[in-house]
């Protein structure tokens, strides 16, 4: 059985051939690795549920035609109450008149490009560190496309009041074409912030694909809380992965959120390379119509004593499918971890389809690990005690999906994230308003 | 009020109710009790409309109006309230806007006006204070995390937020201690009036000291087997209920 060679790689090779700059050498790296990268196909584990045909015939290797960034597209970002540092990029481009960059003492926020000698010489020293190339061969074709990047970093025992905003914005153009995002967020020792990550477009059919790699290392005693919005349009093609770094009692939690699209895949690996490190995954996928959203986690504990937390909900409606996978991996040295994880299902339609597998590979003796996965329609017993209450059936129905993902969003620390998304929520649950007058 | 005649339900194609009559006047109060098993969880969930519980034969009349003929909520419409003996838990979905919901439901299935949500979280918490429950409380997802008394709290609360014509109380004194039956006992008296009726479904006599039938039956078997004033309560506790099983028209097994 031989399969056509896909033009796709070497086709995605050659795009963005950009100037020789400083990020040359890690351009020159990615597309040595990414030339020699089989594209992922059905037979892939990792890739059996998740189509790449949409992309694989490479209509969308083109760069963004049009950057004129100065029609005011704050309506399609802007978070209320959250005023603090933000980056946004339109259409890949950095947009100065839509950032804002006056930055608290001891944190630096900049995009790659302007970034000065010393900021140069830290990426570099990061940049990639934290990848699980071996699992995300997109990640090299992110380094290969590397133009331009957001850099976080907050100066040891810094503490960042406020919420940091990256947004990146797609358009529709006449052209489908690739938009490459990166981020690079180090928090050195006693280091605390809060980063939003913001995928978004404006409403009319988009016809991007976003290739989005997101590196974090939280250093020692250092605290990251960090959420990944993904509200774009369902026709938005985005393959994205979330790389971080724990180090010694360091903290992450991190929250994403996915509307479904035509293709959104999105990987989250985390490596606990400290003792005392936690993590906190929590995300939510909702999927309708034909769309899929695919969720894909690793938790490694490389060290004793570590301690993790995830938490995935998803809601699968009409015909759409929901891909999620959780791989709970224990290192041989790694005694007295502890990791939990659990994924819970609803499904609205008799057509939807969800494929969960949570994965243990536990090779130290002394561990505590809990996993489970959940697939479900509305309780029965719930609804009756809503409507025995006056309330429709339809009604209740909204009441509970919302509920069901309210939960989570009960859990983040920032009250304005979670009052951002509940009217999002409450209006993809309830296609009459009507139903939806109690949620928010 | 209730009119319920020659009643036969089945759950799973088990049958439990076995022939139930019973007659409710406006402004009656009347007790249920009887064994384990007998039936009496299941005439209130046959009464809201729950989904499993069949109706074989048999009328029940509320009002005028063929209930069984009703959709749950429409029932609940109609001024069907029943206190659940197990309150279920609704993570996510808060306790305010869950009584705001069911309040507008409930005002609107009845024709009237929408309150606004000012004096609707006004008139909550004032409630949530009478019947003794944190009005914290109505922050929380619906029961979740209350203990039993809570959650038998909240069910009181949201009887009085709705004001319901006819409520059933099934087992809503188990597990509460003398204080907390008290709580509950002063709210059904309060709510007591010439237009509004109550089935209590109890195990114990106790709950009859605090709160007065005017009625008592027995529920064995699936059919009333004896009916009488609250004397009969007393009698029941001191004689329990095997001596009724026994005489003409009970041909139960008890358990």
Known sequence: MSQPVSEFIPQAGQLFAAQSDWLQPVRERGLAQWRVSKLPNRKTENWKYTSLRMLERGDYLAEAAVNDVSADLSSQFEITEIDGPRVVFVDGVFSLEHSRLDLPKGVCLTTFSQADKAQREQILEHLGQTVAYESSPFAYLNDSWLTDGVFLCVAANQRVENLIHVVYLTRSQERNFSVNQRLLAVLESGAEASLIEHFCSTDSQQNSFTNSVTEIVVKANARLTHYRLHLEQEQALHIGGIHAQLQRDSQLNSFQIATGGVLKRLDIDVSLLGEGAHCELSGVYLPRGKQLVDFHTSMRHMVPNCTSNEIYRGIVADQSRAVFNGLIYIHPHAQKSSAQLSNKNLLTSDQAEVDTKPELQIYANDVQCAHGATVSQIDEQLLYYLCSRGIERKEAEVLLSFGFINELLNRLTDQTVQEYLRPILAKMFAKDPELARHLV | ?255
């Open chain 2, 1 to 255: 009020m209730l009119s319920i005649n020659d009643l036969h339900a089945t759950i799973n194609g088990k049958e439990i109710l076995k022939g139930l009559t019973l007659e409710v006047k406006p402004g009656e109060v009347h007790a249920i009790m009887g064994p384990n098993g007998a039936g009496k969880s299941t005439l209130g969930h046959v009464l809201a409309g729950r989904e499993g519980y069949d109706v074989v034969s048999g009328t029940v009349e509320m009002l005028g109006k063929n209930l069984l003929e009703l959709e749950t909520e429409e029932r609940a419409h109609l001024g069907l309230f029943l206190s659940f003996q197990y309150p279920i838990e609704i993570p996510g979905v808060s306790n305010m806007e869950f009584l705001k919901a069911s309040v507008d439901s409930i005002r609107q299935g009845r024709g009237e006006e929408a309150m606004d949500s000012v004096s609707f979280m006004k008139k909550a918490r004032e409630v949530s204070k009478a019947v003794n429950l944190d009005p914290n409380f109505l922050k929380r997802g619906v029961n979740e995390g209350f203990s039993g008394g809570e959650k038998k709290r909240n069910e009181l609360l949201q009887m009085i937020l709705l004001e319901p014509k006819l409520a059933i109380l099934d087992e809503t004194d188990s597990g509460l201690d003398i204080d907390a039956l008290q709580v509950i006992a002063d709210g059904v008296n309060q709510m007591r009036s010439a237009e509004r009726s109550f089935v209590m479904i109890t195990h114990y006599q106790r709950l009859l000291d605090y709160v007065e039938p005017d009625f008592v039956h027995v529920l064995a078997d699936g059919r009333i087997v004896k009916s009488g004033d609250k004397s009969l309560a007393l009698e029941l506790e001191a004689r329990g209920y095997h001596w009724l099983k026994s005489g003409p028209g009970a041909d139960g097994q008890a358990d």
